[in-house]
């Protein structure tokens, strides 16, 4: 899982796999943000869950959210080689509507 | 639709230069704007935030300033570059802060030497 300071983290699969990648926070958080980050681009929303929302669907991604245990997961079923990227997850939970603090990101590739 | 530039796409600068990064949003009126910095490998760290032209807040100090001359241009400088200072510089929008998505632009990539 990812959160805090710590260098990136990396997973591999094979192609057709599920694949689930956690997030923690360590505060109060309205919403958690899911980001895909391409090789030498900027970081592209994926999915924007509320605290509201336990469960958010897009396509074969899947984002579950549980305030309780200040937790957050990416799922994405049958992963394909194009799902390769860098996943961040984010949150506003350092404070402030305009800060939105970024987790350490999880590296995926996904091998044909 | 809304477009959002940035440039330079990369720079090579030497250590103890000025530096000048630029953002430009496009069709949108008053958008939140905000410049990250990613180390190589790293994470993305929040630098600067901007709700309104002319304002801006500081997040994390690294020895660089922002400025928003324009309700669509934000700007990332310093007058003496850092070995530190390299890597990637992201600029993006959103409507309504933390709570609504933020669109990114496509970085600077900043090498100092």
């Known amino acids: 899982s990812q959160w805090g300071e710590e260098n990136l983290q990396a997973l591999s699969i094979q192609e057709g796999e599920d694949v689930t990648m956690n997030c923690s926070y360590k505060?109060?958080?309205?919403?958690v943000h899911w980001y895909r980050q391409d090789s030498g681009r900027g970081p592209a929303l994926i999915i924007l869950?509320?605290?509201?929302?336990r469960e958010k669907r897009s396509g074969r991604l899947r984002a579950t959210l549980d305030t309780s245990s200040q937790s957050s997961s990416l799922s994405i079923t049958a992963a394909q080689c194009e799902d390769t990227a860098v996943y961040f997850c984010a949150t506003d939970a350092s404070g402030g509507n305009n800060k939105l603090t970024f987790g350490q990101g999880t590296v995926l590739s996904v091998i044909p | 639709a809304q477009t959002i530039h940035q440039w330079p796409v990369a720079e090579i600068k030497a250590v103890g230069s000025p530096l000048s990064l630029g953002c430009t949003i496009k069709g949108k009126s008053s958008p939140n704007l905000y410049w990250y910095w990613q180390a190589t490998g790293g994470t993305l760290q929040q630098l600067f935030y901007?709700?309104?032209?002319?304002?801006v807040e500081s997040v994390v100090q690294l020895n660089l300033s922002a400025s928003r001359p324009k309700d669509d241009q934000f700007i990332l400088s310093t007058e003496k570059l850092l070995l530190s200072h390299s890597g990637f510089y992201l600029c993006?929008?959103?409507?309504?802060?933390?709570?609504?998505?933020?669109?990114f632009g496509s970085g600077t990539r900043l090498l100092v030497i």
């Open positions: 993006a929008w959103s409507l309504y802060g933390a709570g609504s998505d933020y669109t």
């Open positions: 869950i509320r605290s509201n929302e």
């Open positions: 901007s709700i309104t032209v002319g304002q």
């Open positions: 505060t109060y958080t309205t919403v």
